[in-house]
Nanobody
């Protein structure tokens, strides 16, 4: 059974930092690209960062230079280090394969809420 368990979200002030973690299971983690996605109410879920099996990374323009994605293959875990957080980073953050394992309308984890406000 494919599972994604996100953690590490919370509330912080603008300029703060958070580190998200996502424990994965049920698939061959090390050979697939992984991504962090986020969604705010009323908007489509968007991909903000991805990392290939060769650890090549890419980022949405809105987070470039502030977020860093990484992966630990033995632990089957993917991370998102977020710095210089902005109020517009407020969202529920999800991890999944890139592209999503069962597609956008398939199963996702519960996500982790990130709130940035003063």
């Amino acid at each position: 059974q494919v599972q994604f368990v996100e953690s590490g979200g919370g509330s912080t002030q603008p300029g703060g930092s958070l580190r998200l973690s996502c424990e994965c299971s049920g698939f061959v983690f090390e050979i697939l690209a992984m991504g962090w996605y986020r969604q705010v109410p009323g908007k489509r879920r968007e991909l903000v960062a991805s990392i290939t099996s060769e650890r090549i990374t890419s980022y949405a323009d809105s987070v470039k230079g502030r977020f860093t994605i990484s992966r630990d293959n033995p632990k089957e875990t993917v991370y998102l280090q977020m710095t210089s957080l902005l109020p517009e980073d407020t969202a529920v953050y999800y991890c999944n394969t890139d592209p999503p394992f069962w597609g956008e309308k398939g199963d996702w984890g519960q996500g982790t809420q990130v709130t940035v406000s003063s």
